[in-house]
């Protein structure tokens, strides 16, 4: 066996993996990276760039199916072409791998392909390779989640993974999501607009988002799903499905009573679980809950086993790459012994690409009131904002929550472009400001984040369009 010597070693090249092997290269540290397939993870590959560029896809097909609401004439009939849009997905995730790896190379990280496995001593093995280093940082990823007796077969019973990564040229005609988190909404909104009979099942009431946003923005969604087509089914559970000549049948109950839906394709995206069995883990004494997961100490996430630490899909916390992106520097710069703040889990940004789009940082209503709080609440409505009108997408709103007479403790947006809006809001929470410092703030006219500061300024007891 030959042995390389490393600073440290990331065992997995997703977006935490890649990420804390160049932020660690760019601290002067050596680093090799360990990747069974390619860098950039399940985000870049199959999850989320593909997805974002299909649902880009879904809102062209859909601006120009409504040119002539503002003035533009198009020839014939608009109709989707998956393979084009599949061809275009594949072409930006390309691109994307190319650079990931070119950048890689000029920090020389030393990128090791093969199947890695932490060892009893604390080395990394990777096909007879035996590489070490002062520290590890374990990055091994997640994969969705399935529910027992509904085999993926990859074609008519699939995952988000396979939706993404679909060679097909024709889409389904009907198609049930199983799951109304944020892969269901996301896939569900794609296939409505671009004319998929589309079902969403979820087990939990409030069928659309049902863990995560505040309410009114998750209602906000439901509603223009409905609107646009899709048929949306709560407190729904799902049968044994039932393979047909002409398709798959789905029985499911509901509060309602039994019934039953044949469709050509049955997505399975009920979430993602971590993939740490088969890592040598527990053998190298670092302790894995129940669920699987990867025990940190987020402050900064080291593992039980000193020199050893954890980020990303692997690790109880919010699935998200830039959560990911942030635990990264952590772990680099606790090894460093730079004494990081941690990440503050409460506050992320999330976003969910659907149309309308929703975004949101720190508490909800529901939950600041459960959290002991004495709450303001202030809502405005994109229906009447300018820009909104112009662009004709004007099904959406701004909710504050505040602390009586106290900080922002929430902000949550469902609009137009609420993934680009939501930072000023994550920026209100994360620095604890009063609505009142936002609402003094100058916002362009005409513009959507006009909302925000008609928002903020109403906590004052004033208005101007509001």
């Known amino acids: 066996m030959s042995t390389s010597d490393y600073d440290i070693v990331v065992l997995g090249g997703g977006p935490g993996g890649y990420a804390a092997a160049l932020y660690a290269a760019s601290a002067g540290l050596t680093v090799a990276l360990v990747e069974k397939e390619k860098v950039g993870g399940t985000c870049l590959h199959r999850g989320c760039i593909p997805a974002k560029a299909l649902l880009h896809a879904a809102e062209v097909f859909r ?4 040119a002539a609401e503002h003035g533009v004439r198009v020839a014939g009939t608009p109709e989707p072409d998956w393979a084009a849009a599949n061809k275009r997905k594949a072409g930006i995730v390309n691109q994307l791998h190319k650079g990931l ?42 994969v969705p989640r399935t529910i027992p007796g509904m085999e993926i077969d ?21 198609v049930a999501v199983i799951g109304g988190g944020v892969i269901g909404v996301e896939f569900a909104s794609v296939y409505t607009d671009l004319g998929v009979r589309t079902t969403l099942l979820e087990a939990l009431p409030n069928g659309v988002l049902p863990i995560g946003p505040d309410r009114d923005c998750a209602d ?3 509603r223009s799903l409905k609107k646009r087509g899709t048929t949306i089914h709560a407190e729904a559970r799902v049968g044994t499905l039932e393979h047909t000549s002409t398709g798959v049948v789905v029985p499911y109950e509901t509060p309602r009573g039994s019934d039953k839906l044949e469709v050509d394709q049955v997505l399975v995206s009920i979430g993602r679980r ?20 990867v025990e940190v100490d987020t402050a900064t996430m080291q593992t039980s086993r000193p020199g050893v630490y954890a980020i ?9 790459a830039h959560v990911a992106y942030a635990e990264a520097v952590v772990a680099v710069e606790s090894f460093l012994g730079e004494n990081p703040p941690p990440v503050d889990y409460g506050k992320v940004p999330w976003v969910v690409y659907t149309h309308p ?15 002991g709080f004495e709450v303001e609440v202030h809502k405005h409505a994109m229906a009447g904002n300018g820009r909104a009108m112009i662009l004709g997408e004007t099904d959406g709103l701004v909710k504050v929550v505040a602390q009586k007479d106290g900080p922002i403790l929430g902000f949550h947006m469902a609009g137009p472009w609420a993934s680009e809006l939501l930072h000023e809001g994550y920026l209100a929470v994360n620095w604890e400001a009063l609505p009142d410092d936002v609402g003094r703030l100058i916002h362009a006219h005409p513009s959507l984040a006009e909302a925000i500061g008609e928002t903020m300024i109403t906590f004052s007891g004033r208005s101007l369009h509001g």
């Open 357 to 371: 789009e929703v975004a949101w940082s720190g508490m909800s209503e529901a939950e600041a009131r459960a959290a």
């Open 63 to 66: 601006t120009v199916s409504h």
């Open 154 to 174: 990859g074609s008519t019973i699939v995952t988000s993974d396979q939706s993404t990564n679909s060679g097909a040229d024709r889409l389904p005609e009907r």
């Open 220 to 222: 906000v969604l439901a």
């Open 274 to 293: 971590p993939v740490t069995e088969g890592v040598g883990l527990e053998e190298a004494g670092v302790r894995i809950d129940q669920r699987g997961f």
């Open 101 to 142: 790896s070119g950048l890689l190379k000029r920090r020389k990280v030393a990128v090791i392909n093969g199947y890695g496995t932490l060892a009893a001593d604390g080395a990394v093995s990777v096909d007879g390779q035996v590489v070490r280093g002062r520290a590890v940082i374990l990055c091994l990823g997640s």
């Open 312 to 320: 990303g899909d692997c690790v109880a916390t919010p699935g998200l």
